[in-house]
């Protein structure tokens, strides 16, 4: 069984389809489905694997942010382990499950009216976890591990002190950190094109398989 999108292009909780009374959650099962039974699997892999490439690039962006901070600090490999895995799973992790559940669902339920409008927001969910997250996190993190091992460091407390070392460190990587936003936006927003395109070709190829079986069906 595959979802068809209605007359106003959308999938809502509860609808009717196919004889069946189906909830979102389970609309979304059924598409989810259709795409990992889609041959040939090209013209899938953006539905597929979509959100494990925004989670991916997230990843990357909160590991170099990482190392920002890690180089000033000259903290070398203390830490780096802890603080480099900590990082990049979370930052991977909010933005690959924050794309599945903001993004990809929706187009699965082909609530597609305005495209531009997600490719904006996969956009700033990207730059949300891939770079302000570990922009606020990291310091954190390796201040608190140089003060472990006695560099002299701002207490936690210090906010002014705090401030003006996260700005020491920010100012001079900051065409770094733009062309990271950029490059992270132009990700998402291919992401999300492809993933409308593809959603659009199924939607396109059901809609006719639905009419040739009308058509049989009448005669």
């Not at 990082?87 to 909010?94: C, D, N, R, V």
């Not at 904006?120 to 201040?143: C, D, E, F, R």
């Not at 407390?157 to 700005?167: R, T």
Request: glycine share 6%.
């Amino acid at each position: 069984m595959a979802l068809v999108p209605g007359r106003k292009d959308t999938f809502i909780d509860q609808n009717v389809k196919d004889g069946l009374n189906l909830s979102q959650m389970e609309a979304i099962e059924v598409q989810k489905k259709l795409i990992d039974e889609w041959e040939p699997k090209n013209e899938v892999m953006a539905l597929q694997y979509g959100s494990f490439i925004v989670g991916t690039t997230s990843s990357v962006s909160a590991q170099m942010i990482n190392s920002i901070f890690r180089r000033k600090l000259k903290l070398r490999s203390t830490g780096q382990f802890i603080t480099s895995f900590g990082l990049m799973i979370a930052s991977g992790g909010m933005a690959l499950i924050g794309h599945e559940l903001l993004i990809t669902n929706d187009i699965l339920l082909y609530k597609n009216q305005c495209p531009v409008c997600y490719e904006m927001k996969a956009s700033l969910l990207l730059n949300g976890t891939g770079i302000l997250y570990p922009l606020l996190l990291a310091p954190s993190l390796n201040l608190a591990i140089a003060g472990s091992v006695g560099l002299r460091t701002p207490h936690i407390y210090e906010v002014k002190q705090v401030v003006g070392f996260w700005w020491n460190v920010v100012k001079p990587a900051i065409n770094h950190i733009s062309l990271a936003f950029c490059i992270n936006s132009v990700i998402a927003s291919l992401v999300v094109y492809k993933q409308h395109g593809q959603m659009n070709n199924i939607a396109n190829i059901l809609k006719r398989i639905e009419e040739k079986q009308s058509e049989n069906s009448l005669t």
